[in-house]
């Protein structure tokens, strides 16, 4: 993925295939030759009989031809002369091939997986749905549909089933990625039977205008013509201005409300084989009334809630729990309660708890003291565990947000370890905020949603609590996992208030101290639809900062390792470590971005995305260190365990002019020349890979600069015999160095 936006004038666009002088364009930019009328077929452009011939079925003479569809370069038009209805069938194939440059890039979706989905369509939702199709073709009015809608309500899928249910067998359906600073036809897509589903709702970079909307009817024509679609999703407040409408070949619809958030949650438990929930579900009150009111995305997360509650019950009916309490006769939770508990939101019982400032605790007063209220933050965040953790957790907390005051009734006098001993015992406190103690002295509190439902009420109400809240959570951490509680929790917090200035926040926070952590969380961001793009663009300009060039690499390293990502996030995370490599010159940076490299490259797509680095490198169309760096780390790669870049290396890299230019810097002679050895080591043993491996680095160590770096290389080298027991580093000695300069430069000397 290229740092700067495509520009199709540039030195790598298409070169005129005709022996005409180069000055003569046809209006774009010299990469489309002039056509002429009677012109000789062998002046065209050249085609490749494997491509598939135009259609050759004859035409009436009142049939209308095809409009050619020619790429309309911005401030540049494409003339054609000549017959327009031969070269357009002639030309087509270049042009859509053309135009696949630089565009959105996107994830085909399974038809059928689309239609198996869990799908709600209300009275609301089927009117919206006749506006966009017409009964008598059953296909979209128009080849381009714009659904305006609230956030979170549904309308990413409505359009996908309805690109799945509309459109012909053969057509395939793409869930594209806006990845770019703002709307433009140009990175659209253009391809026959495609249908393209992209949402529009970055606040900024998604910002929908009448131009763009000029453009994309245009575009229309285009997509009409390859029987294909493309369906936008657009979020309500970014369609705000009165000149946005319908236009030739656009439909513009509106979506006001999600459907019935109890059937979404009741299709979604029966689609995962929770059928028998839907019967309990709608025989509790409390827990449906709870639904009524929520957007699509809550209710989704409200069904997996209830499946949640199910497992804990299941779970802790199968084990029979040594739990003491006060009351001998407590029983567990029935599956009504829990139901019932996750489903409810807490809030009543959160402001009582988070009342009026209380100094002593009173057990008819519900609101807490500072002290419990930071001793129920820990336990929403540990959950289950020993009490002792929770307890310096609690504690840390205390101390996070101004210090631990001295216990409410007693003396200043008394010393912290005192004031703490005169207070209610921790057994004590921990039941009074909801949770238990066992035999072991392991506290539960298996509250899972209402340990979630504290944390985002406290985010929400206290706004100085930010900003230690987060501290805390950090210097909880016990492992960058994305499995441990603390990063569970920064998780969350991140992909709901994942706005600019949570982000800085966090990366001025966590970016130095614990750069994995912040890899950990903002992994789980860049993968959310929501925040996804807001967290990309701020592990951009993270990578050029030397504090969190940990965290980018190690983020990004582990979604290029995730062979299931999709094919925009790896483009992503390539051009954020390339980002790194060309801002950075300290060493241990530098280290890190060819340690990443150097293991990903045994996987072979990713070995394919260093190859094209090293030879956008060599084009210098990207940065010469990442260049440097990927080509360093493809040196060690290797296919059917011989080295890939010795027996069979991509055609489009120079290895010779790579060697040599790596061997030429100070700052590279090193690292290649350990990797050199390591290929003439394989080879040594194998007479003609080994001739033909010296054949090609001999050139590349002759010439300016090399004489150094030559007889460092042979220095390495003397320890290689061939398979006839020649020294290697005689052998490149002998073909380097002019018999007569043997006594002025002898190999010994020079390399001791």
């Not at 000549?82 to 070269?87: E, F, K, R, S």
């Amino acid at each position: 993925m290229s740092d700067v936006p495509f520009d199709p004038t540039r030195s790598d666009t298409i070169p005129s295939a005709s022996g005409a002088d180069e000055n003569q364009s046809s209006g774009s930019g010299s990469w489309l030759q002039r056509w002429r009328p009677a012109t000789d077929a062998s002046d065209g452009p050249d085609v490749n009989p494997d491509d598939p011939s135009p259609s050759s079925t004859a035409q009436t003479p009142d049939a209308v031809p095809p409009t050619p569809r020619v790429y309309e370069t911005d401030g540049a038009a494409t003339n054609v002369y000549g017959g327009a209805d031969v070269v357009a069938n002639v030309i087509e194939q270049l042009i859509l091939e053309t135009r696949k440059r630089d565009l959105l890039e996107g994830v085909v979706q399974s038809r059928e997986r689309v239609l198996d989905q869990p799908f709600i369509r209300s009275t609301h939702w089927e009117t919206v749905w006749e506006q966009i199709i017409n009964p008598a073709t059953s296909r979209p009015h128009q080849p381009v549909i714009i659904i305006v809608a609230p956030r979170s309500c549904g309308s990413t899928t409505l359009a996908l089933r309805l690109l799945a249910e509309h459109t012909a067998h053969n057509t395939t359906v793409v869930k594209l990625d806006a990845d770019w600073k703002t709307p433009s036809k140009g990175r659209l897509p253009l391809e026959k039977d495609h249908a393209y589903q992209l949402d529009l709702k970055h606040p900024e970079n998604d910002q929908v205008s009448a131009d763009f909307l000029n453009a994309l009817s245009e575009h229309a024509t285009h997509l009409r013509g390859c029987r294909s679609y493309m369906a936008l999703t657009v979020a309500q407040d970014l369609w705000k201005d009165h000149r946005l409408s319908d236009r030739d070949g656009i439909q513009v619809v509106r979506l006001r409300e999600a459907p019935d958030a109890q059937d979404v949650v009741e299709a979604h438990l029966d689609a995962h084989g929770y059928g028998q929930l839907v019967t309990s579900l709608r025989s509790l009150p409390k827990a449906t009334a709870s639904l009524r009111g929520l957007t699509a995305v809550a209710a989704v997360r409200a069904a997996h809630t209830v499946a949640m509650a199910w497992k804990e019950h299941t779970h802790a009916s199968s084990q029979q729990s040594l739990v003491q309490t006060d009351s001998e006769g407590e029983t567990q939770s029935t599956l009504e309660e829990r139901i019932i508990a996750a489903l409810t939101d807490w809030r009543s019982e959160l402001d009582s708890r988070f009342g009026e400032m209380n100094s002593l605790h009173h057990h008819d007063n519900p609101s807490l003291t500072v002290e419990d209220r930071c001793l129920l933050l820990a336990l929403a965040v540990q959950q289950s565990a020993p009490m002792p953790v929770v307890a310096r957790s609690a504690a840390a907390l205390l101390e996070a947000v101004g210090g631990i005051p001295d216990a409410p009734g007693t003396a200043p006098v008394f010393s912290p370890t005192l004031s703490v001993l005169a207070g209610r015992g921790m057994r004590r406190r921990i039941q009074d905020v909801g949770g238990r103690v066992d035999t072991q002295d392991a506290v539960v509190f298996d509250r899972p949603a209402y340990g979630r439902a504290v944390l985002e009420y406290v985010w929400d109400n206290y706004d100085v609590m930010r900003r230690p809240l987060l501290n805390w959570l950090v210097a909880t951490v016990q492992n960058a996992d994305p499995e441990d509680h603390a990063v569970a929790a920064l998780a969350e917090l991140t992909v709901r208030h994942g706005t600019v200035d949570y982000l800085t926040t966090l990366g001025e926070l966590v970016g130095s101290s614990q750069p994995k952590v912040l890899g950990a969380v903002m992994e789980r961001a860049v993968r959310n639809e929501h925040v996804g793009r807001l967290a990309w663009e701020a592990l951009y300009g993270w990578a050029e900062q030397k504090s969190y060039a940990p965290a980018v690499i190690a983020l990004c390293r582990r979604i290029l390792e995730d062979s299931s990502a999709a094919t925009s996030l790896a483009k992503r995370a390539m051009v954020r470590l390339r980002r790194v490599a060309h801002k950075h010159t300290d060493d241990t940076i530098v280290s890190q971005v060819l340690g990443a490299f150097d293991a990903l490259v045994h996987n072979p797509t990713v070995a394919q995305r260093l190859a094209g680095e090293v030879h956008s490198w060599q084009q210098g169309k990207v940065s010469a260190r990442s260049g440097a760096l990927a080509f360093l780390a493809l040196m060690t790669a290797r296919r059917d365990d011989t080295p890939w870049l010795v027996c069979s290396p991509p055609t489009d890299i120079d290895v010779p002019r790579a060697i040599h230019d790596l061997l030429s810097s100070s700052a590279t002679a090193a690292l290649v020349i350990s990797r050199l050895t390591d290929w003439i080591r394989f080879c040594a043993g194998h007479p003609n890979s080994y001739k033909q491996l010296r054949d090609q680095l001999l050139p590349a160590l002759r010439g300016h600069n090399m004489f150094e770096a030559g007889m460092q290389l042979m220095n390495e080298l003397r320890d290689i015999s061939t398979a006839e027991g020649v020294s290697v580093a005689d052998d490149f000695y002998n073909h380097l160095v002019d018999s007569r300069l043997h006594t002025v430069f002898p190999l010994e000397g020079s390399v001791a």
